[in-house]
Nanobody, 115 residues
């Protein structure tokens, strides 16, 4: 069975940093496109960052220059480094792997940016 698990969320001050992690069982991230999404109440789930492979990444405009998606294939991990966090970044963050049959979603981790 495929399972993705996010960790690293929490409450931080504006301007702070967090690194989210996503681990997987049942799949190897190295052969899949991976992504981070976020969702807040009343809004559609938003694509934040996507990585087709190492070095082939893209980001939504609101996080460019602040967030970085990366992989550690040896550890079968995907990360989202979030710097200079803003209150508008508050959301539940989800990792995703684009599986052969369907997308695989993690359970989500809450990120709250508040003073």
């Amino acid at each position: 069975q495929v399972q993705l698990v996010e960790s690293g969320g929490g409450l931080v001050l504006p301007g702070g940093s967090l690194r989210l992690s996503c681990s997987a069982s049942g799949i190897r991230f190295s052969i899949y496109t991976v992504a981070w999404y976020r969702q807040v109440p009343g809004r559609e789930r938003e694509l934040v960052a996507r990585s087709v492979s190492e070095g082939m990444t893209n980001y939504t405009d609101s996080v460019k220059g602040r967030f970085t998606i990366s992989r550690d294939n040896a550890k079968n991990m995907v990360y989202l480094q979030m710097n200079n966090l803003k209150t508008e970044d508050t959301a539940v963050y989800y990792c995703l792997a684009e599986g052969r049959i369907r997308p695989y979603w993690g359970q989500g981790t809450q990120v709250t940016v508040s003073s």
